[in-house]
């Protein structure tokens, strides 16, 4: 009897160990690989700014996000650079803007205003000055059309703006163009603020876009 149970014990344990082993070598094996494409599903893209698609050298990659109901500012990155953001603590309610040099991609000036309790009038004293020929990105954060007046709206709209006429109280504009460029961007994006729609209390969702811009030729 004691040999016969010291037979099954070990008969149990070489069961154990071996499933134990099996367990071991399967999981661990499962583990990798799925640790593997985890992070291959949520790598960062190699592109400029994280974009989809990569940009050719006579182009800028350029990303502009809007800003997240009156929660989260707005971005702006051009050729990998970060231009405006919270993290850069230059970015405000309203309208965001920077001017930027569309030959070498060098900032000439950024800036942000309140639309919603500032004065149109420093928005436009920032943008007036500004040559014709420099490419400006925009976005918005919380309200950017109260205190809109008509004169900068047609600044805008001379930019190639298809929005800026029509911006109401929150919605929210990302948009790309040219000082006087006086033709429509391709590069612009627009959502009402409505509160059948809205993705926030009182605010329409994110707006983002991406892509490449050319350079401009000396």
């Not at 996000?65 to 231009?83: F, Q, T, Y």
């Not at 930027?100 to 000036?109: A, D, P, R, S």
């Not at 000055?129 to 600044?155: C, F, H, S, W």
Request: proline residues 4%; positive net charge.
């Amino acid at each position: 009897m004691r040999l016969s149970g010291v037979f099954r014990f070990a008969v149990i344990l070489l069961t154990v160990g071996v499933t134990w082993h099996f367990a071991r070598t399967y999981l661990l094996r499962s583990w990798r690989t799925n640790s593997f494409r985890n992070i291959a599903g949520t790598k960062p893209s190699k592109n400029k700014c994280g974009n989809a698609k990569p940009c050719s050298k006579d182009h800028f990659a350029f990303k502009i996000v809007s800003g997240a109901a009156s929660v989260v500012g707005p971005s702006m990155c051009l050729d990998d650079k970060l231009i405006m953001s919270n993290i850069k603590n230059n970015i405000g309610r309203g309208i965001n803007i920077a001017f930027i040099n569309g030959t070498n991609g060098e900032v000439l000036k950024t800036g942000f205003f309140d639309m919603y309790a500032g004065d149109v009038a420093e928005l436009l004293e920032f943008v007036k000055p500004v040559q014709v020929g420099y490419m400006a990105m925009i976005a918005t954060y919380d309200d950017p059309a109260t205190k809109l007046n008509d004169e900068a709206r047609k600044y805008f709209t001379d930019m190639g703006s298809a929005y800026a006429n029509k911006l109401n109280f929150r919605d929210n504009w990302v948009f790309l163009g040219v000082v006087g460029m006086q033709i429509k961007s391709p590069f612009e994006k627009h959502i009402k603020n409505d509160g059948e729609t809205n993705k926030y209390d009182g605010w329409p969702e994110v707006l983002e876009m991406e892509g490449c811009v050319p350079r401009k030729r000396e």
